[in-house]
């Protein structure tokens, strides 16, 4: 029997796009042109909210790990395993767009920047969560795996954080936006306008980030019932 969507997804869907819309028109529309690099610089407002976006998502994995482990809820581990899903999306959106930022205000496509770098390990590190857990064939041997991975790989999003600060002394070209040593690295200055752009950006990122995830879950629970179902029609055979 079909299953209808739920009226608070629905809602929900329709308030990520209608953010979405806004922070399209916040970004071409209402933040100022960039003094240094132009135009291009409207490339970090989808830049740095979808690496807060990802990370967002990798936080609900290891909060949804911690979950399962507790309660071997079969409903955290999907949970757990839909932001992983999510999150390699929106940091490989992070990884791609890096290079048409980096083309202009570094004359490069990539740098060996530590926070390029540190985004770059995270993502491999999540990408082996996905395909280590394909290869184990027990569901709850693969939830349990992927629980205690998916708490052990969040490391790595703290690493994107706190290795750029530790070594920012040794020069590094990317600007902190957010957090300590904001005022210091590169040469972006954002006028209001640009910080209530990136804002708007940040959050509609993030409530896409929940509604993705409230879809993926619900295939996740459809394709386990095609499971079981499979699982009992071969046993009657």
Known sequence: MRKEMPRGLIALTFVSAALIVFALWMVFGYAPREAVMGDVQRVFYFHLSAFIGASVAFLGTLVASVAYLRTRNRSWDRIAKSSVEIGLALSAMTILSGPVWASVAWNALWAWDPRLTAVAIMWLIYAAYLMLRGGIDDPDKSARFGAVYGIVAFASVIMTFV??????????????????????????????????????????????????????VRLEELADKVRELQARAFERD
């Not at 290795?163 to 002394?169: A, H, I, M, Y």
């Not at 957010?178 to 959050?203: N, R």
């Not at 993030?206 to 509604?211: E, K």
């Open 163 to 216: 290795l750029p600060r530790v070594v920012s002394t040794f020069g590094s070209p990317h600007p902190t936006v957010i957090g300590p040593g904001s005022e210091s690295g590169g040469s972006m200055t954002l006028t209001p306008k640009m910080k209530h752009t990136l804002y708007v950006s940040m959050v509609a990122f993030v409530v896409l980030y929940f509604t993705l995830l409230w879809h993926r």
